[in-house]
């Protein structure tokens, strides 16, 4: 793998090496950036594939049995764990808060021409809907302190419920952290985030890590500024809006690690990490790929599951290879 101060751009290049953790599917971090890893998460030996007419394969992206999630709109729940009022990082903000609370919103990237590009998935029961919306949200103040390990994860959603988040395996759960937080499995070193499913309070929960990527801006983040940056250089909440992206599409497509992935374990968004395609330049010299909800925004494409399979912006537009 290449160095981890390697400077790349809207580079093309995936890689995708192997993590030690299991039963979880990281983001790998930039390309270039630090070795990475791979879906380990798959569950061995998973049910044989089965083709209904819900199901379409030959694209470049596999079924593999399982269920996807096709809820309209998907629920996603926040737990916004740390210090989300004045940590370290003037991204660990209520800015930010706002910010990626209106990007999940039912009629931003819930209602998005992007999001429809899930639709191509689907199960033996029917497809996804493509919407989703912010549901509920909550704030944990360090409840597994500021070292945080893979197996505290579960533990913290269920304070979370009890704080408030239903209890919905139709749902995804995002555990958010402050730049302070250090999640001990690799966050900033091997992966910028993941999503993974747990038996939680009786319910199948799928649950997703991402860290304030303020925190390792080199690795995690396609340019120190983002298009809604509050100054030059606090692109935290533009960074960490991507790799949600990233992880809310295969927590939809893949929940429980069994439906959607290639011959090479990659998931959706996998197979267009930090992908972009065409931008455009914002007023402070950002760049953008997406508007909607009333911002612009640099989110990652994704795979397409139908027309042979690409990476586009758009249900049905141009493919594009980086
Ligand atoms: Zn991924």
């Not at 879906?39 to 049910?47: E, N, Q, V, Y």
């Not at 239903?166 to 402050?178: E, G, M, Q, R, W």
Request: charge should be negative; aromatic fraction near 10%.
């Amino acid at each position: 793998m290449k160095s981890f101060q390697a400077k790349i751009r809207f580079a093309s290049v995936l890689l995708f090496g192997v993590l030690s953790m299991n039963f979880l599917a990281a983001q790998s971090m930039r390309p270039g950036v630090g070795g990475d890893t791979s879906p380990d998460g798959h569950l061995p030996g998973g049910a044989a594939p089965v083709r209904q007419p819900a199901v379409v394969q030959g694209n470049g992206i596999n079924y593999h049995g399982g269920p996807v999630l096709q809820g309209n709109p998907v629920p996603i729940h926040i737990i916004w764990y740390g210090n989300w009022t004045n940590g370290p990082k003037a991204s660990d903000s209520a800015v930010t808060v706002s910010l990626i609370e209106a990007f999940l919103a039912s009629t931003a990237l819930g209602n998005s021409s992007y999001e429809a590009i899930n639709t191509t998935y689907g199960d033996n029961t029917g497809n996804v809907s493509g919407h989703l919306g912010f549901g509920q949200a909550v704030f944990d103040n360090y409840s597994a302190g500021t070292k945080v390990r893979d197996a505290a994860l579960a533990g913290i959603v269920s304070r979370a419920m009890t704080a408030g988040l239903p209890n919905d395996p139709n749902a995804v759960y995002l555990i958010l952290t402050s730049s302070d937080v250090n999640e001990t499995s690799g966050f900033c070193r091997t992966y910028c985030g993941f999503h993974t499913h747990a038996t939680i309070n009786g319910s199948d929960i799928k649950y997703a890590f991402i860290g304030n990527v303020d925190k390792c801006p080199t690795g995690c983040e396609a340019q120190s500024t983002g298009p809604n940056s509050p100054a030059a250089g606090v692109g935290g909440a533009d960074g960490m809006i991507n790799v949600i992206t990233h992880e809310t599409e295969e927590a939809i497509t893949d929940p429980d690690l069994n439906a959607w992935f290639d011959a090479s374990g990659n998931e959706d968004a996998d197979k267009c990490n930090f992908k972009f395609g065409p931008t455009q330049i914002a007023g402070n010299g950002s760049h953008f790929n997406q508007t909607f909800g009333g911002h612009n925004w640099l989110i990652q494409m994704e795979w397409e599951n139908s027309r042979g399979g690409g990476c586009d912006q758009t249900l049905g537009g141009p493919f594009f290879t980086n």
